[in-house]
């Protein structure tokens, strides 16, 4: 499994928080019984944040754009603020319009910083209204720029996240193998802990460590030596689940977390993970340990290190005997 960020940042919080508050604001002041900030993407357009209770719309329901009023606003020259959209005939022939049975209507283009459409800001109301006062007007707009410096900043601040999530990813990730390393391994132990404890949830760590590497380096040079940790994470890959989690947290080292297993799955899991490594011709020490209710994975780390270690003594004496019975 190749490292994921560790972090998880809320997405367009801020934004959709103001647009709500704002909306609000524009219902009690303007009147209309639907508003809507929408975000507009190909030919889909989403409405993201809903303020009424008309036209059973909700937040997160998706038209074609084509069909949207809004569209006809952006690309036909016709007034954004329609008291009868019956009398204006672009609004008034959009199958949205139709549908819903559109009286009135308000719409405001979103930009990006480059001048590109992002969404809209739009109102709609069963019933004809009276002319728009300019103070009316004046408020909506003023909403509309208002949103579209918060969209700005939170535009920067996705790229931002992402820049993070990218600096994270070389942080934590091995170079040889694309698994975590230890320092990445370190802090998924401690999230993982967190939901453990939070949702009550059990897990369990194999801990592996591999039984030739001193002897390929020795004898094949380290070029062959990484050839064989690189061959032990595939392998680790392709026989962990894709909610599990391998790190290579040594020079020779490996660790797996398997979540939501019991005692049975743990033992499985170890089975499964040990036929892998074999099947893939490496030879390899493990052990495993199971989360307890009054301990932490931390703890379960040290446990699976200890059995592993444990399993590698009695190996190399069972090796030892089978060498003294071949003499």
């Known amino acids: 499994m190749a490292v994921q960020p560790v972090s998880d940042l809320p997405a367009q919080t801020l934004f959709n928080d103001t647009a709500a508050d704002l909306l609000a604001m524009l219902r009690e002041r303007v009147g ?14 989403l409405a993201a944040v809903v303020v009424g209770q008309a036209y059973g719309i909700r937040a997160g329901r998706i038209f074609k754009w084509t069909d949207t009023l809004c ?5 036909e ?4 603020f329609a008291a009868d959209v019956t009398q204006i005939a672009a609004y008034a022939s959009a199958p949205f319009a139709n549908e819903f049975r559109v009286g ?7 930009s990006g910083p480059d001048g590109r459409l992002l969404g809209t800001l739009c109102a709609f109301d069963p019933a004809a ?13 003023r909403c509309v720029r208002i949103l579209s410096r918060v969209m700005h900043a939170d535009a920067r601040a996705a790229k ?15 170079g040889l193998t694309g698994l975590y390393n230890r320092r990445g391994w370190d802090q998924l132990l401690k999230a993982e802990e967190s939901r453990c404890r939070r949702h009550e949830r059990t ?12 002897i ?22 392709a026989v962990i689940r894709t909610q599990d989690v391998a790190a290579r947290v040594g020079g020779d080292e490996f660790a797996v977390l398997a979540v939501e297993c019991d005692a049975e799955a743990a033992l499985a899991f170890r089975r499964r993970v040990a036929i892998g490594l074999a099947d893939a011709g490496i030879s390899a020490s493990l052990g495993v340990a199971l989360r307890s209710p009054t301990s932490d994975l931390a703890q379960t780390w040290r446990e699976a290190d200890e059995a592993m270690y444990e399993s590698k003594r009695e190996r190399k004496a069972s090796a030892r005997v089978r060498v003294v019975s071949a003499s």
Not at 32 to 45: C, M, P, Q
Not at 203 to 214: P, T, W, Y
Not at 216 to 237: E, Q, Y
Request: charged share 30%; aromatic share 6%.
């Open 216 to 237: 390929v380096n020795d004898s094949g040079g380290h070029d062959k030596g990484d050839d064989l940790i690189r061959r032990t994470a595939n392998a680790l890959r």
């Open 129 to 141: 209204q009276p002319a728009f006062t300019p103070a009316d007007v004046a408020m909506v707009e």
């Open 160 to 174: 931002q996240s992402k820049r993070l999530e990218r600096t994270e990813a070389v942080a934590f990730c091995d």
């Open 32 to 45: 209309l019984r639907l508003w809507i900030v929408s975000r507009a993407k190909g030919d889909e357009w």
């Open 203 to 214: 897990a369990c760590v194999v801990s592996i460590d591999l039984d030739d590497l001193k």
């Open 104 to 110: 009135c209507y308000v719409g405001v283009p979103l």
């Open 77 to 80: 020259r016709v007034p954004r």
């Open 71 to 75: 569209s006809r606003m952006v690309t």
